[in-house]
């Protein structure tokens, strides 16, 4: 094994275990050391949610104990990546950078850039996909196109084998030398930064403890506690029935390749059809998210707007005033209101109420659904720009969907999925003293609104539906 020195890049990847990029480089050369940019064009962009960058921090900080536990350490650097990661390998006289690949337009271009330097200097760049179970080029359709719908994405997908997980790396890796350590230091290597001296504030707690052991120990706890009635209960707020990783899975805290293996040594375990049918229901939700990435690389136009035509040009109404009310969660709908409570004060929201709220903001306030995708960027904890824009297109019935008109009734919504008004109750404290079909048909009178300090409805939704539905007819004919 070489003693060549190897940086390794981190991104999306935080983590040391089942890290195709990083195992490489270890497979290569006894002495790697890792990097992690603080890249200002990400951080001071206005759609970084503070949460965020808290849970990023703090995984981190855990990243780095863990290279200490191998032998290496974990270089923090502050500045462009275009211009400080190649001055640094120049400087350290570093054989190779790897790094794993990443799908987001600003990422990839960023990636072209750094491998250009880093090249011209005759400094080897080496990657790998690790963020997906399949690179974008190698799930196509018969005629060799990219995938526009979620179904034949789904039977594709699943016939492929998976890759294993890697072995964990021994710790024997070798550390800068003290004048390698003092160079770095000089090109703009600094101590990990607290979230609030980066400018960002979170005083509430996190939904998910930052770093690989906590990824992990959620994911068991999830498979034991609901994996196996995962499809009865995961559309149910009020039930603790998601593995809530969305957060380490963004980040890269826990592998793709290590979430998909529990799956597979569930079903082994499984006694019954149905069981198998709900651990292959999270499956499905997992591909869910590598169809939204793949979906990005082949169509990186979907950041900037929607994919038909009809809503390239539709006149939507965008009242700041009642955009201003679906954020604050004061619209008079009490199942919006809450999953809008639930996102402000945690971070998080469940995923059946991410919906239910995107169609609100689109259907009944007709606001622009990129308001809604922004403002979801600026308060998850586990933004991401595919699955964001995936999730928000879908619902606005403007991306790439077989259904040409998804409305969602609020009332119904939450008699379906919140029969008991529970989920209602907890992030709407001023309700609870309401009687529960009050809360779940939304029939609540003046004067009870009066009394509990809670608003009259914004917008009547069956005025808004047929009045949505009109624009649409209109644009499509004038498309036509």
């Given at each position: 094994m070489s003693e060549d020195l190897i940086l390794f890049w981190h991104r999306r990847d935080l983590r040391i275990d089942d890290n195709l990029g990083l195992f490489n480089a270890c497979e290569y050369s006894s002495k790697v050391v890792g990097l992690f940019c603080l890249d200002p064009n990400i951080l001071n962009r206005d759609d970084i949610a503070p949460?965020?960058?808290?849970?990023?921090?703090?995984?981190?900080?855990?990243?780095?104990?863990?290279?200490?536990?191998?032998?290496?350490?974990?270089?923090?650097?502050?500045?462009?990546?275009?211009e400080i990661i190649p001055k640094l390998a120049r400087e350290l006289k570093a054989k190779a950078v790897y790094f794993n690949l990443d799908i987001e337009p600003l990422a990839r271009e960023r990636d072209r850039i750094v491998s250009e330097a880093l090249n011209s200097m005759g400094i080897i760049t080496k990657t790998t996909w690790d963020q997906l179970f399949h690179p974008p080029d190698q799930i196509f359709t018969q005629s060799q196109e990219p995938y526009k719908v979620y179904t034949p994405f789904w039977r594709n997908f699943n016939l492929k084998p998976k890759a294993k997980p890697k072995p964990?790396?021994?710790?024997?890796?070798?550390?800068?030398?003290?004048?390698?350590?003092?160079?770095?230091?000089?090109?703009?290597?600094?101590?990990?930064?607290?979230?609030?001296?980066?400018?960002?504030?979170?005083?509430?707690?996190?939904?998910?403890?930052?770093?690989?052991?906590?990824?992990?120990?959620?994911?068991?706890?999830?498979?034991?506690?609901?994996?196996?009635?995962?499809?009865?209960?995961?559309?149910f707020p009020a039930i603790d029935g998601t593995s809530?990783?969305?957060?380490?899975?963004?980040?890269?805290?826990?592998?793709?390749?290590?979430?998909?293996?529990?799956?597979?040594?569930?079903?082994?375990?499984?006694?019954?059809?149905?069981?198998?049918?709900?651990?292959?229901?999270?499956?499905?939700?997992?591909?869910?998210?590598e169809f939204y990435q793949h979906a990005l690389y082949h169509f990186p136009e979907l950041e900037l707007g929607p994919y038909r035509e009809p809503f390239k040009t539709f006149p939507w109404h965008n009242n700041e005033q009642h955009f201003q009310a679906w954020c604050e969660g004061k619209t008079g709908y009490p199942i919006v209101d809450a999953a809008m409570r639930q996102l402000n004060e945690s971070g998080w929201m469940h995923n059946r109420c991410r919906m239910i709220v995107a169609n609100f903001l689109t259907k009944d306030l007709i606001i622009n659904w990129q308001w809604g995708e922004k403002y979801f960027m600026q308060t998850l904890i586990d933004g991401d720009l595919a699955a964001n824009n995936g999730g928000w297109q879908w619902s606005a019935s403007s991306g790439m969907d077989t259904k040409p008109l998804r409305i969602f009734n609020p009332a119904s919504q939450t008699q379906k999925f919140d029969p008991e008004a529970e989920y209602i109750r907890q992030w709407l404290p001023e309700l609870r003293s309401l009687e529960i079909e009050q809360l779940v048909t939304g029939k609540i009178s003046t004067r009870d609104r009066k009394s509990c300090g809670y608003p009259e409805p914004i917008v009547d939704h069956n005025q808004q539906q047929r009045l949505f539905k009109q624009l649409y007819q209109a644009q499509k004919i004038e498309q036509s």
């Amino acid at each position: 094994m070489s003693e060549d020195l190897i940086l390794f890049w981190h991104r999306r990847d935080l983590r040391i275990d089942d890290n195709l990029g990083l195992f490489n480089a270890c497979e290569y050369s006894s002495k790697v050391v890792g990097l992690f940019c603080l890249d200002p064009n990400i951080l001071n962009r206005d759609d970084i949610a503070p949460v965020r960058v808290h849970y990023m921090i703090g995984c981190l900080d855990y990243l780095q104990k863990q290279y200490q536990k191998l032998g290496s350490q974990l270089l923090i650097l502050e500045g462009k990546p275009q211009e400080i990661i190649p001055k640094l390998a120049r400087e350290l006289k570093a054989k190779a950078v790897y790094f794993n690949l990443d799908i987001e337009p600003l990422a990839r271009e960023r990636d072209r850039i750094v491998s250009e330097a880093l090249n011209s200097m005759g400094i080897i760049t080496k990657t790998t996909w690790d963020q997906l179970f399949h690179p974008p080029d190698q799930i196509f359709t018969q005629s060799q196109e990219p995938y526009k719908v979620y179904t034949p994405f789904w039977r594709n997908f699943n016939l492929k084998p998976k890759a294993k997980p890697k072995p964990p790396l021994s710790p024997s890796l070798i550390s800068l030398t003290e004048s390698e350590q003092e160079l770095a230091e000089k090109i703009g290597v600094i101590p990990l930064p607290s979230a609030p001296k980066l400018g960002f504030i979170w005083e509430n707690s996190l939904i998910l403890e930052p770093g690989e052991i906590a990824a992990q120990e959620r994911l068991e706890e999830f498979c034991d506690r609901a994996l196996y009635e995962y499809d009865e209960q995961r559309n149910f707020p009020a039930i603790d029935g998601t593995s809530q990783l969305s957060a380490a899975l963004k980040f890269g805290v826990i592998s793709i390749r290590k979430v998909w293996e529990k799956t597979l040594e569930a079903i082994e375990t499984c006694r019954s059809d149905e069981a198998r049918k709900q651990i292959q229901s999270w499956q499905q939700e997992l591909a869910w998210r590598e169809f939204y990435q793949h979906a990005l690389y082949h169509f990186p136009e979907l950041e900037l707007g929607p994919y038909r035509e009809p809503f390239k040009t539709f006149p939507w109404h965008n009242n700041e005033q009642h955009f201003q009310a679906w954020c604050e969660g004061k619209t008079g709908y009490p199942i919006v209101d809450a999953a809008m409570r639930q996102l402000n004060e945690s971070g998080w929201m469940h995923n059946r109420c991410r919906m239910i709220v995107a169609n609100f903001l689109t259907k009944d306030l007709i606001i622009n659904w990129q308001w809604g995708e922004k403002y979801f960027m600026q308060t998850l904890i586990d933004g991401d720009l595919a699955a964001n824009n995936g999730g928000w297109q879908w619902s606005a019935s403007s991306g790439m969907d077989t259904k040409p008109l998804r409305i969602f009734n609020p009332a119904s919504q939450t008699q379906k999925f919140d029969p008991e008004a529970e989920y209602i109750r907890q992030w709407l404290p001023e309700l609870r003293s309401l009687e529960i079909e009050q809360l779940v048909t939304g029939k609540i009178s003046t004067r009870d609104r009066k009394s509990c300090g809670y608003p009259e409805p914004i917008v009547d939704h069956n005025q808004q539906q047929r009045l949505f539905k009109q624009l649409y007819q209109a644009q499509k004919i004038e498309q036509s």
